[in-house]
C-alpha cells in the first residue's frame, strides 16, 4: 500500500521570519550609538584641543635649498644658515608654522662672557613660530618674502644660529644641547654632519614636511 507524501510549500508560499533580523538591527544601532557619545564625550573634555587635532593640516612641499655652518672656534654661530623654499602647496601662516631642527652641534650655557661654556653635542632647535617677533633684527632682514605673516610658494625662509636675541630678552627660538637647556639660544651645526628640519603646523600640531640636509662647511 503505497504511502501519500505531503506536498512540499512553493517557494512563493513560504513566509519570512523577521523574528532574528531585528536583534542584528538593533546591535547595529547601539554600536552607532556607543560611537556617537564616545565623540561627544572626547569633544566636551579636551574641547578645542580635540577638534583641531582630528582638523586638516595644511599641505606643502618644503626643501633645504642648503645648510651652511661649522661649530665654534672655528666658525662662529652667524656664519650657520638653514635655507628654506616653499615649492608648492597651501600658503603657511608664519605664526602657526614652527621648524624643529634635530643634529649634531654646538651652543653657549650661561652667558657668555659670564661664566657660559660651549657645549658640543646632540642639538634639539625649536623655532616657535616664523613671525619676526622675539628674534634679532637680522631675522626680519633675512626673511623678506614673509613680512606679510605668511609663507607661500616659491618664497624662502632663512635660520640662523643666531636669531635669539639677546640674554634676558624672552626668544621664540630655543636651543637644547646634550639635553640642556640652560642655553642662550644660540646653535652651530658640526660640519659634514646631517641634520633633520621638521616643520609643523601648530592648529593640528601635525607634521607638514620632514628633510635631511648635510651641512656644508663655511668658507
Known amino acids: 500500500m503505497k504511502r501519500s507524501v505531503p506536498a512540499l510549500p512553493r517557494p512563493d508560499n513560504i513566509k519570512r521570519d523577521d523574528a532574528a533580523v531585528s536583534p542584528v538591527i538593533g546591535a547595529i544601532l547601539l554600536i552607532l550609538l556607543t560611537v556617537l557619545l564616545a565623540g561627544i564625550t572626547a569633544s566636551s573634555v579636551y574641547g578645542k584641543d580635540y577638534a583641531s587635532s582630528i582638523g586638516s593640516a595644511p599641505m606643502a612641499v618644503i626643501e633645504i635649498e642648503s645648510v651652511t655652518g661649522g661649530v665654534p672656534n672655528k666658525v662662529q654661530y652667524e656664519e650657520n644658515y638653514i635655507v628654506l623654499m616653499h615649492k608648492g602647496g597651501d600658503p603657511l601662516q608664519t605664526e602657526l608654522t ?21 657645549q658640543y653635542g646632540d642639538l634639539f632647535i625649536i623655532y616657535d613660530d616664523l613671525t619676526h617677533k622675539d628674534k634679532k633684527t637680522h631675522f626680519a632682514s633675512n626673511n623678506v618674502d614673509t613680512s606679510d605673516g605668511v609663507w607661500s610658494s616659491g618664497e ?64
Open 98 to 118: 614652527r621648524i624643529i631642527v634635530t643634529g649634531e652641534g654646538s651652543s653657549h650655557t650661561g652667558i657668555v662672557g659670564y661664566g657660559g661654556k660651549i
Open 156 to 219: 624662502l625662509l632663512i635660520i640662523n644660529g643666531d636669531d635669539s636675541p639677546v640674554d634676558g630678552v624672552p626668544s621664540s627660538v630655543h636651543v637644547t644641547v646634550k639635553g640642556m637647556t640652560n642655553t642662550s639660544n644660540n646653535y652651530g651645526l658640526k660640519q659634514n654632519s646631517i641634520i633633520t628640519v621638521k616643520v609643523f603646523d601648530q592648529n593640528t600640531n601635525r607634521i607638514i614636511a620632514q628633510i635631511k640636509h648635510k651641512v656644508t662647511p663655511a668658507e
